[in-house]
């Protein structure tokens, strides 16, 4: 998964770092099955952050940049498709 910013931000520059749904190759819904990181909690690189549901396979997210999750932009048992975005991250400043 490649690191956007959001737009109008910078990331490495203080600005907010999506965590976005992968095009995954499995078939079947994709669901938030669990945010394992709360909104407002700060992430080291690699972290769980979100546990997806796909048929009877779990994936983790992984924080893709160290910070604080700023937003969870998707409720616990959403449907999401690839490409939605799912949090926020804020780096730490001067980062």
Known sequence: MAVQPIPGGDAGQGGRV?????????????KV?????????????????????VSTATIDLEAPIAGRIVRQCVDEDEIVGPGVLLAEIEPPEGA
Not at 33 to 53: I, M, N, T, Y
């Open 33 to 53: 099955s669990l945010w394992l990181v709360p909104q407002g909690a700060s992430v080291q690189v690699g972290d769980r952050v979100v546990e997806l549901l």
């Open 18 to 30: 999506p965590l976005v749904v992968p095009d995954l190759t499995l078939e079947g819904p994709v």
